[in-house]
């Protein structure tokens, strides 16, 4: 399939730094679908299907300090392909997918201090696989995905506090599967996908208070699908997955999502052709991206990881002129003074939230009565992104 790379009224461009992949120690079990996700420094990767092309009931943990797999106590439920799962509130949130003969609507928490599942209250919508989950606070939301009857559209709110579902706003898009999903700078997004003979391009925002669907710009890229997802310092990821011919692309694609301009920005692309449903996880500045099936139909065990990092917060998008932050480390105020036409500045915590934001015409955010640690400025034109920096808040 030929790479396509469409410029149009987006701002979109390729980030051509140095930054490369890095081998790390193989995978236990090569596998498409994992249920994959970071807790307390560490990575797992849950169920899934084998190389056999049977649905797993298995688990691992990655160290990255010692660059080392543990294999775990097998999940408790019934063994699965086509699941999804999330973090939220220091525990792993998982279910859904399907066994040989079932679709499934189970949920599950897992507690990583101790290696414990939970089986919490399935949810109230029709049992499904490759559907959408994504995490804010203490709540839950899932959706789309394929049932019995076909592609859904439907969306679901889990509250973590009293176990409970409820029903939300469909999506206004039409009904899909294997769409790519994140929670960026405190807002939930979702789009793409496979529904019916189509591969989407479409993007939306669910506002979680109003209950409200936005129709976002179109992914400027290729149409795809059955990929992996992740978020970091405010911005929303998507990494691999197959074209819009549901074949692999020539390059494992990795864009990022700036949810303050809708805007996207290509990065690196990880070694190889594209994979169908791989995994992925974020351990402090890296990512980590595993599994899925590659074009010659081979389940790949290999771990490979990025520095993002760098790439998000030391990087500026477009150098127009002097953008100057002060003082650094800062106490009570950081100030900042520019030669740019600036709108808007705003600052984000390690986390992806946004804590603050004012006019830049301020040229003063107070800060005193943050928590210490490190944060993200961002300073925003009226159309674009122009810088993003590091800041250390210190009492």
């Given at each position: 399939m030929k790479k396509l790379i469409i410029l149009s009224a987006l701002i979109v461009s390729f980030v051509t730094d140095a930054q490369s992949w890095v081998a790390k120690a193989d995978a236990p079990a090569g596998r498409h679908h994992p249920i994959?996700?970071?807790?307390?420094?560490?990575?797992?990767?849950?169920?899934?299907?084998?190389?056999?092309g049977q649905p797993t009931d298995d688990a691992f943990e990655y160290n990255p300090i010692s660059d080392t797999w543990n294999v775990l106590s097998d999940f408790p439920g019934l063994a699965r392909s086509y699941g999804i799962g999330t973090v939220a509130s220091g525990k792993a949130y998982l279910g859904f997918g399907a066994t040989d003969t079932a679709y499934l609507k189970d949920f599950w928490s897992f507690d990583p201090s101790n290696g414990t599942y939970t089986q919490l209250t399935d949810c109230g919508c029709s049992s499904r696989k490759h559907p959408a989950m994504i995490s804010m606070g203490n709540r839950i939301y899932v959706g789309l995905g394929n049932d019995l009857t076909g592609d859904k559209n439907d969306w679901w709110l889990y509250r973590i506090d009293d176990d409970t579902w409820t029903q939300m706003a469909n999506l206004p898009g039409l009904g899909r599967h294997h769409p790519y999903m994140f929670n960026a700078g405190g807002e939930v997004f979702v789009g793409l996908g496979h529904g019916g003979p189509t591969i989407f391009k479409d993007w939306y925002k669910l506002d979680t208070i109003s209950n409200t669907w936005t129709t976002m710009n179109q992914f400027p890229g290729e149409g795809r699908v059955a990929g992996t997802q992740f978020n970091m310092h405010g911005y929303g990821f998507i990494l691999s997955g197959d074209g819009d011919d549901h074949s692999s692309m020539d390059t494992g694609e990795m864009w990022r999502y700036n949810p303050a301009n809708d805007t996207w920005l290509e990065f690196q692309p990880h070694p190889g052709n594209s994979r169908w449903a791989p995994g992925s996880f974020v351990i402090n500045n890296e990512v980590f991206f595993f599994g899925g099936v590659n074009s010659s139909s081979n389940y790949p065990n290999d771990l490979l990881s990025?520095?993002?990092?760098?790439?998000?917060?030391?990087?500026?998008?477009?150098?127009?002129?002097?953008?100057?932050?002060?003082?650094?480390?800062?106490?009570?105020?950081?100030?900042?003074?520019?030669?740019?036409?600036?709108?808007?500045?705003?600052?984000?915590?390690?986390?992806?939230?946004?804590?603050?934001?004012?006019?830049?015409?301020?040229?003063?955010?107070?800060v005193k009565n943050l928590d210490q640690g490190v944060y993200f400025v961002q300073f925003f034109s009226k159309d674009d992104i122009l810088k993003t920096t590091k800041v250390m808040i210190q009492h």
């Open positions: 994959s996700f970071a807790l307390n420094g560490k990575g797992y990767a849950i169920t899934g299907t084998d190389s056999t990025f520095d993002i990092a760098s790439a998000t917060v030391g990087f500026d998008e477009k150098v127009l002129g002097s953008i100057n932050l002060y003082p650094n480390p800062a106490k009570n105020y950081i100030s900042w003074e520019f030669a740019e036409p600036l709108s808007e500045v705003v600052l984000i915590n390690t986390l992806g939230q946004v804590i603050k934001s004012c006019k830049a015409e301020l040229k003063q955010m107070n």
